[in-house]
């Protein structure tokens, strides 16, 4: 046997060594790792606003039942901190406070800033549903979503994700005087939350007004506003039903009340959680707000007829209306021309689906998802 050089082996004696501390310290260096958590133990905890009060049904049946079911699922690592009667933002700065960072999460009223998505401006044109149109509006918008998804994109352009639409119901007429052919419009001051709802009213002859919806009740006690357009819900929680003494069922304007997120805040969520918050809840989620909505205005409505006079209006009168504010729809067209898309298709496709989802039946696996969610259902909605 050859002899080994003495420095071959103290060479060898000192690579054991130096491998042994760093077997040392990478064996430290995984026990710090382990005790900090990974992106698969992170509590993430997202700011929720909207301006609509807790007691409302929106909040105290789906959105609170969707908070627990998203803590849940995750194994608690999403946190919805949720804020209620603009605690975080007014009612029409929603949207700024998702894209300045006071909220994660917010509702944004399209009749607020539909100018912004104008793909979106669609679900508001006027007479486009006939009433109870929630779960029809609910349905709608979710295939014209999957059939056009440049309606998605416009809420990515203004810097937020969008996770879910709940609709809202056509407004109703209501007035503290009648208004039952196009001569009664002439001269009336009309409340409106929506951008062309409010240009429909000025063609049949009102002068259109927005007011916050706080100080309504207050307006017409006090003769500032004639009527006001409302859904039988805002109605009973704006107080409407106690200051007005006839109503039209008219169904004339609509809106979508959009949950967004803000898109950086999305992006940086693991892929799992971002899952839970868009994939099947997409769908599931607008369709639980529609038949949430849905029960509610039929409830609604039975408390503003107590309060009210119903003023019937004649089908030729109606006729009437809805070829004055006709040329809405052709403007409407024009404008998403003018951004590259075939409007008159994209009209012609929604006009089709709502022919098609008139009159859809509730499911029963709405009111079994919230129960399971947790939700508190209202004795009201006849479970």
């Known amino acids: 046997m050859r ?4 420095m071959a082996i103290c ?6 060594i130096a491998l042994g501390g760093c077997n040392g310290n990478t064996s430290g260096t995984k026990k710090a790792s ?6 698969d133990e992170k509590v993430h905890t997202l700011t929720f606003s909207t301006w609509l009060p807790e007691t409302d049904n929106k909040n105290m049946v789906v959105r609170k039942a969707w908070i627990n079911y998203l803590e849940k699922a995750s194994g608690g690592r999403l946190v919805i901190d949720d804020y209620y009667s603009e605690q975080l933002a007014a009612a029409d700065s929603q949207l700024l406070a998702i894209q300045t960072g006071i909220a994660d999460i917010a509702d944004i009223y399209s009749a607020y800033v539909g100018h912004l998505f104008p793909l979106n401006q669609l679900f508001t044109l006027p007479f486009a549903f006939q009433y109870p149109d929630n779960i029809t509006l609910a349905k709608v918008y979710n295939v014209m979503i999957e059939t056009y998804p440049d309606f998605l ?12 639409v709940h609709t809202d119901s056509g407004t109703q007429l209501m007035t503290n005087r009648p208004i039952r052919a196009l001569g009664d419009w002439k001269g009336k001051i009309l409340y409106s939350a929506s951008e ?24 017409l006690t006090k003769g500032v506003v004639d009527g006001s357009l409302s859904c039988y819900t805002g109605a009973v929680m704006n107080s409407v039903l106690d200051a007005s003494k006839y109503i039209a069922d008219i169904c004339m304007g609509h809106a979508t009340w959009v949950v967004a997120m803000n898109l950086d ?9 971002q899952e839970l918050l868009t994939g099947k809840n997409v769908e599931l989620m607008t369709e639980l707000y529609g038949y949430q909505f849905y029960m509610d205005e039929l409830n609604n409505k039975a408390l503003c007829l107590e309060k009210m006079e119903l003023v019937e209006i004649r089908e030729a009168e109606m ?9 809405l729809k052709d403007e409407w067209i024009e404008n998403v021309d003018t951004k590259g898309f075939d409007g008159r298709k994209i009209h012609d496709d929604f006009t089709k689906f709502i022919k098609e989802y008139t009159d859809a039946p509730i499911e029963e696996k709405w009111l079994n998802t919230l129960i399971e969610w947790g939700a508190e259902i209202p004795d009201n909605w006849n479970k």
Not at 34 to 39: H, R, S, V, W
Not at 199 to 206: H, P
Not at 319 to 327: G, L, R, S
Request: hydrophobic share 40%; aromatic share 10%; glycine share 2%.
């Open 11 to 16: 060479f060898v004696l000192i690579a054991t």
């Open 319 to 327: 006729n009437t209306w809805k070829q004055i504010v006709a040329p």
């Open 153 to 164: 994109k416009e809420f990515e352009a203004q810097g937020v994700k969008f996770l879910h």
């Open 265 to 273: 805040v999305y992006n940086s969520l693991p892929t799992d959680l």
């Open 34 to 39: 382990e005790e900090k958590p990974t992106d």
């Open 196 to 219: 062309v709802e409010r240009k429909a009213v000025s063609m049949l002859g009102c002068t259109p007004t927005f007011i916050a919806p706080t100080e309504l009740y207050d307006s």
């Open 3 to 6: 002899d080994i050089p003495l």
